[in-house]
Each structure stands twice: as structure tokens, then as C-alpha cells.
């Protein structure tokens, strides 16, 4: 738990008062409970998470439960409406903007988007369902994304249009 904390303050550049930042150290917090075996013992940090949980959802107006897989260099960028589902998962080095929605398309089918690696949302996308979003993808602004997006593409629009990307040279 303390070397996740440790490079996610370094995501954000040292700088502990960043909102992104406390939502990582709740999440990496709710995360860790779950390596301690005995149920009488994890109840007690199960209730700080719960409480620290919807605190942090108040504070900073982003949703963030501990039961998304997030890979390294995750990066709240704009606190503030922020809804990611239990079932969404990302990829190393992926950035997320304000008013972003990753969840499920519908409420009968328990699935939210699979991210991959540098992937950058842009604020107010919003990414619904089953799919699978490649690595160095971009996500515009308010774009609505409902289909997988290829990897090295861009996706923009209502419903999102998905372009090949021209620019590699964002890639490392």
C-alpha cells in the first residue's frame, strides 16, 4: 500500500494537497483492506473505507470504489463529478478530466469499459458498456463512447467517431 501512495504522489508531483491525490490515498486505503484475512479484524478498516469513501465522494465530487483494477500513474486530472463503475478497469499511466462517467450502458448487464494503457479522457466523455478501449488512445471532450475504440486512435463526437491517431510520437 505505502509504494502505490508513494508513486501516486509522485503522479502528482509531490504535491499532497492535489484532490486527485486524496482520492488515490482512499482507494489505495480500501484496496489494502482486503489483505487482511481474518474478517473480525478487516470489519473495523471496512467501516474507516465506507466512511472515508463517501467523504471523500462529498469533498471532491468524484466516485472511485476500491474495486476498480487501476494500473500505475493513475491521474484524477479536474476533481468534481467524476463516476467510475466497481467493474471498469485501467491500464498503467491513464488520465481522467471532470464530469467523466465510466460505467455501465445498461443497469441489467454488469460490465463498464476495459481501459488500456496512456489513455487520456477527455472531461465530460463518457464511456458506457462492455468495451474495450486500446492503449494511447485519446478521448474527447463530451464525447460519448459506446464501441471499442482501437489502440493509437481518437475518439470524438456524440456518438464518439473513432479516428486512427496521426501522432505517435506521444508514445513511450
Known amino acids: 500500500m505505502f509504494d502505490n501512495i508513494k508513486e501516486d504522489l509522485n503522479t502528482y508531483h509531490g504535491d499532497w494537497s492535489c484532490q486527485g491525490f486524496w482520492v488515490m490515498l482512499v482507494y489505495r486505503f480500501g484496496r489494502w483492506r ?7 479484524i478487516r470489519k473495523p478498516f471496512s467501516l ?5 469513501f463517501k467523504l471523500i465522494q462529498i469533498i471532491t465530487g468524484v466516485e472511485l470504489p476500491c474495486e476498480v483494477d487501476i494500473g500505475r500513474n493513475f491521474r484524477i486530472d479536474h476533481f468534481g463529478q467524476i ?5 471498469a478497469s485501467f491500464g498503467d499511466n491513464c488520465t481522467v478530466r471532470n464530469g467523466v462517467t465510466i460505467g455501465l450502458r445498461r443497469a441489467t448487464e454488469p460490465v463498464a469499459p476495459k481501459i488500456g494503457n496512456n489513455v487520456d479522457i477527455g472531461a465530460g466523455a463518457k464511456l458506457l458498456g462492455n468495451i474495450r478501449i486500446g492503449d494511447h488512445v485519446r478521448i474527447g471532450a463530451n464525447s460519448v463512447v459506446l464501441e471499442d475504440v482501437p489502440a493509437h486512435s481518437v475518439a470524438v463526437g456524440v456518438p464518439a467517431r473513432i479516428i486512427p491517431a496521426k501522432d505517435k510520437s506521444h508514445e513511450s
Open 34 to 40: 482486503y489483505t487482511i484475512r481474518t474478517p473480525f
Open 48 to 52: 474507516i473505507y465506507k466512511v472515508l
Open 83 to 87: 463516476i467510475i463503475s466497481g467493474f
